[in-house]
Structure formats: C-alpha cells, structure tokens
C-alpha cells in the first residue's frame, strides 16, 4: 500500500488539475469569445507548463540558482491566478444564463400577479353590484307582493285595491334587475374562473421549473443570510478557486515528493545493541534454607541359616566305632554354627 498511496495522489493532483485547465480554458475562452479557439489553445499550453515548473521547482530546488527559482515562483503565482480568474469567469457565466432566466420567470410571475390584482379588483366590483342588484330585487319583490291602495270613500268605508300602474312599473323593473343579476353572475365566474387559472400558472412555474429547481437553494441561502443572490453566489465562487487550482499543485509537489521516498533506495541499519537489564533484588529477606537430612538405607537383615538338622542314628544296635565317628561329626557341626 505505501507504494501505490504516492501514485494514488498523483493521480488526484492530475484529475484536480485537468478539471481546472477545463474550467479555466473555457472560461477565458468566454471572456475573449471573438478568439476562442486561440485563447483555448493559449491556456491549455500554459495550464500544461504550469505543472510542469511546480515540479521542476520541487525537484531542482538546490540546484537552480536564486534568480531563476524567483522567476519561476512568480510565473506559477500568476499563472495560478489567471486559472483561477478563468474559473471564475466559467462559473459566473454558468451562473447568469440560470440567472436570466430566472428573471424571466421573476417577471412572467410578477405579470401574471399584476393581471390577477385587476381581475380581484373587478372581481370584487362585480360581488358588490350583483349584492346591491339582487338587494334591489329583494325590494321590488316585497313591493310587488304588496301593491295595494287603501282610502276612505264617502260613505266612511275603507277601500283597498292594487294599482296595475304600480305593478307594471314593478313587474318591468323586476325583469330588468332578474337580468342584470344573471348577467353579473356570469361575469364573477368568468372572473373568479380567471383569478384561479392564473394561480395555477403562478404556481406551476415556482414548483415545477427547472429554473426554480437551481436557484432555490441559492434563494433559500440569501435569505436566510439576507443578502442578496447574486452577493451569495460571488462568495461561493471565491471558495472554489481558492482551494481548486492551489489544491492541484499541492498534491502535485507532495505526489513528487512522495515517490522521492519510494524510489531512494532503502540503506539497511543495523539493529539496535541489546543493553542487559539490571536484576534489582528485591528487598524482602533471604529465608534461611533447611535442608533435608540424608536419606538412611536401612542395612540389610542378615537371615541366619537354619541349622542342618541332623539325622538321629536309626534305632539300632550300632558298632561302637561307628557311633563314636557319628557323636564326633555331630559336636563339629554345632560348634561351627554358634
């Protein structure tokens, strides 16, 4: 592992690098946009001697005398600083052509909501006449249903009867304010049909675009800071150039370094002197040993052999020199074994 990790390293310096040569060629190829093909051939060739001479300085540090190395320093310097003006001028542009039409959309809403305050504004003109209308109707009806004439004649009598000039009147204006009410009903459909379509349109297009989809988080961001959108994106911007393209030639040199170490060749060391540890005695008292007594074999016992037991003379009448020989040996043999 420690030997592929330098080349694991490389490899990210190299993708952080391509990634702002990309971003960089093509963001100044939009700020000098009447040359583009030139400019992207410009940054590309410098993007490439960039990393070069980060790793030259890396290399040939000691070697290089001090007016070159200070030369060198400054060109990585400036040339660090026009990848980053290019990704700033990517971004940036990424960022207005989702801005314009942002704005679009801002203002088709802002139309939109301008058309429904004159649709509520009718709306409401039309509630209050068709009220004060069907009021009227109200009245005419009460004033039909009593259409009477009451008086006294001569005679003292009261008299009550219904004026047909009366009715007529009532009976024309009644038709008239039954037809101007059907006619404002009509018309607060229409215009409360309108109001609602409009706040569907208004509300299709804050949820449902792509636009809103992009721009939301950078909307919710300025206002929860309050500041405004385009203040919130500067600053985001400003955070990846400063740690995108100085990134790239960090790992770069510590790649370099990094395989420095792997490929010097390894001098073998001797191993450390083993140093004898001291035996610290220990402070409890020496217990006096006793030792066993020796161990006594018992002699053998001597088993005395029986004496031989000797064969009295048969019973008989025996010469007296034989008997005598016999008397002889027997005293002989007892005196040997005691």
């Known amino acids: 592992m420690n030997r592929i990790f330098p080349y694991v390293v490389l490899g990210a310096a190299f993708v952080l690098a391509g990634s702002a040569a990309y971003y960089s060629v093509f963001g100044l190829s ?13 940054a590309g060739s410098l993007e490439a001697s960039k990393l070069i001479t980060a790793s030259y ?4 540090w000691a070697q290089i005398t ?5 030369y060198l320093m400054i060109a990585v310097f400036i040339l660090m600083c026009i990848t980053s ?3 700033y001028g990517f971004l940036v542009s990424a960022y207005q052509d989702t801005a314009y039409r942002f704005e679009n959309q801002e203002t088709i809403i802002k139309n939109l909501e301008s058309k429904k ?3 509520d504004t009718q709306l409401q003109q039309v509630t209050t006449e068709k009220d004060a209308v069907t009021d009227n109707v109200n009245k005419l009806t009460a004033a039909l249903s009593n259409n009477v004439i009451q008086y006294t004649d001569r005679k003292g009598n009261q008299v009550i009867k219904t004026s047909s000039e009366n009715r007529k009147a009532y009976e024309t204006q009644l038709a008239s304010a039954n037809l101007r009410v059907d006619e404002l009903g009509k018309k607060q459909t229409a215009l409360s049909d309108s109001v ?5 349109q208004i509300l299709d297009m804050q949820t449902n675009s792509d636009v809103a989809a992009e721009i939301g988080p950078l909307k919710y961001i300025a206002e929860i800071t309050g500041s405004t959108m385009d203040r919130v994106v500067n600053w985001l911007i400003i955070l990846l150039i400063i740690v995108f393209d100085p990134l790239a030639i960090v790992l770069l040199i510590s790649a370099n370094k990094a395989l420095g170490f792997t490929n010097s060749p390894t001098v073998p060391t001797e191993p450390d002197p083993i140093i004898p540890t001291p035996i610290i005695k220990s402070e409890i008292p020496e217990t006096e040993i006793i030792e066993p007594d020796p161990i006594v074999e018992p002699e053998p016992e001597v088993i005395p052999e029986p004496e031989p037991v000797l064969e009295e003379p048969p019973k008989q009448t025996l010469n007296p020199e034989i008997l005598s020989y016999w008397n002889k040996i027997r005293n002989e043999r007892s005196k040997k074994y005691k």
Not at 57 to 60: A, D, E, F, N, S
Request: aromatic fraction near 12%; avoid cysteine; proline fraction near 0%.
């Open 85 to 87: 003006l290019g990704i």
């Open 30 to 42: 939009k700020l000098f946009s009447s040359q583009a093909l030139a400019i992207i051939i410009l």
């Open 117 to 119: 305050s004159r649709f």
């Open 196 to 200: 609602t379509r409009i706040d569907m």
């Open 66 to 70: 001090w007016s070159i190395r200070t």
């Open 57 to 60: 300085l890396h290399r040939y």
